[in-house]
């Protein structure tokens, strides 16, 4: 398996953006509201690689992941695996190296959401020794949308 590697806001994002959009599209028509994921173009994905980290495995992106420091923790956004890539433990190592750059930053907690109708991905989590430490809702639903994942740096499960 390749290294992951850095993005920068002068790489291409085109690729990135397919594989987010290939990677996320079963949920169309699953989730409510439909995902954020509608709203990233290539320019929003350079100010993401610019603003926090952008992460990819393989030089036609195979799979992705954005790392934000927040007060407290790393959050862990647009994790995604093409799915040909699938099951091959890309998005494994890439929750590996969302560890690693926290302790970095000094971070003590790994953070990330899912929709509440993603069962698979509670699971997938869950396995990796994410435990749930919450539930948000989007604007105007008066139900729980997403549930939020908390790990503590250390705690394994990758």
């Known amino acids: 398996m390749e290294p992951p590697r850095r993005l920068t806001a002068g790489d291409d994002m085109a ?3 397919a594989l987010i959009r290939a990677a996320f599209s079963y949920m169309d028509g699953r989730i409510d509201p439909p995902s954020s994921l509608h709203l990233l173009t290539e320019a929003t994905l350079a100010a993401e690689a610019a603003r926090a980290e952008l992460w990819v495995i393989g030089d036609a992106p195979l799979a992705c992941v954005i790392l934000t420091p927040k007060p407290g923790r790393l959050y ?9 890539a699938r099951g091959r433990g890309l998005g494994r190592a890439l929750v590996t190296l969302a560890e690693a ?3 970095e930053l000094c971070l003590p907690a790994l953070e990330l959401q899912t929709r509440v109708e993603l069962v698979e991905n509670h699971r997938t989590f869950a396995a990796m020794g994410f435990e749930r430490s919450g ?3 989007h604007p105007g639903h008066d139900r729980p949308t997403s549930f939020t994942y908390r790990r503590a740096v250390g705690a394994g499960g990758t």
């Open 76 to 84: 862990i956004g647009k994790l995604a695996v093409a799915e040909a």
């Open 135 to 137: 539930a948000t809702n």
């Open 15 to 17: 690729p990135v953006l």
């Open 101 to 103: 750059r926290a302790r």
